[in-house]
């Protein structure tokens, strides 16, 4: 299965057919519905709509749509329906022209006071009029699946990409392993004849004082303890198994955001251990380049649905 990104975006129109030459608004030119989805991260899926009082019926069967497709993201569901096209004018009929007449010597009847109505404000009341009369029942949901696909197919991309991205730093992660795991034995070489010749002088300053076996023992007593200290063997175990687990999901796909972001904080884990127990500058940079890219790495799963 693939892996998807939370990141998207996606929109679709529809054209209504011509109002007929019955209607009221007969002269009002063809209504058009357009409909957008965007998608950011999110912990969860979390949905909003802004539709016009039009479509508000809607909202239910579009929640359900999105909820069966879509398991985490900040979502928002925009619509618009444009009633004119473009350059038109809204023309009013007689009879909606004798209502707003009507309606206008009431309420001046009781409010002399009051402005008339304009002819910009007449053709507002005709558009808005206009575009209450189409009904958009099927055409709504249609232009909702049409609009949803295209959104996951530009999640499917987004996701492909971050893929690349992730297994990119997985394939330098692995090397940078390979480069600190000959330093350790070669440290602990290092720092055993370090307290080998520092027992030695110690012995010719005593003048004999105290055993060269005892003396001998000491050191490598004291060298052990020093490799135990700074071993990073085990870290570095875990950070491959956990490399070979984020590739695993990233093979597998589907819904393995939060399973990576989990895996994340375990790589930071031992990277953090690996510069804790650095007794080499060479294994501090290791360590430090190992942490920027995991916290690039946490960037992109973080974008990972």
Same mark, same amino acid.
Do not use: C
């Given at each position: 299965?693939?892996?998807?990104?939370?990141?998207?975006?996606?929109?679709?129109?529809?054209?209504?057919?011509?109002?007929?030459?019955?209607?009221?608004?007969?002269?009002?030119? *063809?209504? $058009?519905? @357009?409909?957008?989805? $965007?998608?950011?991260?999110?912990?969860?899926?979390?949905?909003?709509?802004?539709?016009?009082? %039009?479509?508000?019926?809607?909202?239910?069967?579009? $929640?359900?749509?999105?909820?069966?497709?879509?398991?985490?993201?900040?979502?928002? /569901?925009?619509?618009?329906?444009?009633?004119?096209? *473009? @350059?038109?004018?809204?023309?009013?009929?007689?009879?909606?022209?004798?209502?707003?007449?009507? /309606?206008?010597?009431?309420?001046?009847?009781?409010? *002399?006071?009051?402005?008339?109505?304009? /002819?910009?404000?007449?053709?507002?009341?005709?558009?808005?009029?206009?575009?209450?009369?189409?009904?958009?029942?099927?055409?709504?949901?249609?232009?909702?699946?049409?609009?949803?696909?295209?959104?996951?197919?530009?999640?499917? $991309?987004?996701?492909?990409?971050?893929?690349?991205?992730?297994?990119?730093?997985?394939?330098?992660?692995?090397?940078?392993?390979?480069?600190?795991?000959?330093?350790?034995?070669?440290?602990?070489?290092?720092?055993?004849?370090?307290?080998?010749?520092?027992?030695?002088?110690?012995?010719?300053?005593?003048?004999?004082?105290?055993?060269?076996?005892?003396?001998?023992?000491?050191?490598?007593? %004291?060298?052990?303890?020093?490799?135990?200290?700074?071993?990073?063997?085990?870290?570095?175990?875990?950070?491959?198994?956990?490399?070979? &687990?984020?590739?695993?999901?990233?093979?597998?796909?589907?819904?393995?955001?939060?399973?990576?972001?989990?895996?994340?904080?375990?790589?930071?884990?031992?990277?953090?251990?690996?510069?804790?127990?650095?007794?080499?500058?060479?294994?501090?940079?290791?360590?430090?380049?190992?942490?920027?890219?995991?916290?690039?790495?946490? &960037?992109?799963?973080?974008?990972?649905?």
């Amino acid at each position: 299965m693939p892996v998807y990104s939370m990141t998207g975006y996606a929109s679709a129109q529809h054209g209504a057919a011509s109002f007929g030459p019955d209607s009221e608004n007969r002269h009002i030119g *063809p209504s $058009r519905l @357009g409909l957008e989805i $965007r998608s950011v991260n999110s912990r969860f899926l979390d949905l909003s709509f802004r539709l016009p009082e %039009e479509l508000r019926q809607h909202e239910p069967a579009l $929640r359900e749509l999105l909820t069966q497709r879509l398991k985490r993201g900040k979502v928002e /569901v925009r619509a618009a329906i444009d009633t004119h096209s *473009p @350059g038109s004018v809204a023309e009013p009929s007689p009879r909606l022209l004798q209502r707003l007449n009507a /309606v206008q010597d009431t309420v001046r009847a009781w409010l *002399p006071a009051a402005a008339p109505l304009s /002819v910009a404000d007449v053709i507002r009341l005709s558009a808005s009029e206009g575009g209450a009369s189409a009904d958009w029942s099927e055409a709504v949901p249609a232009l909702a699946q049409e609009a949803l696909a295209a959104l996951m197919a530009a999640r499917e $991309r987004e996701g492909a990409r971050l893929v690349t991205m992730l297994l990119g730093h997985v394939a330098q992660l692995r090397a940078l392993a390979l480069q600190a795991a000959p330093l350790v034995p070669r440290l602990v070489e290092q720092q055993r004849t370090r307290f080998l010749d520092r027992w030695k002088e110690a012995m010719a300053l005593a003048d004999g004082a105290i055993a060269p076996d005892m003396a001998q023992d000491r050191a490598l007593t %004291e060298a052990t303890a020093f490799a135990i200290r700074i071993d990073v063997a085990e870290e570095l175990t875990r950070l491959a198994s956990h490399l070979d &687990e984020i590739e695993r999901l990233l093979a597998k796909g589907a819904e393995v955001g939060k399973r990576l972001d989990f895996l994340i904080q375990e790589l930071h884990r031992e990277a953090n251990t690996l510069g804790s127990k650095s007794a080499a500058l060479e294994l501090t940079h290791i360590s430090v380049d190992m942490k920027v890219l995991i916290e690039q790495m946490r &960037e992109q799963v973080q974008n990972i649905e």
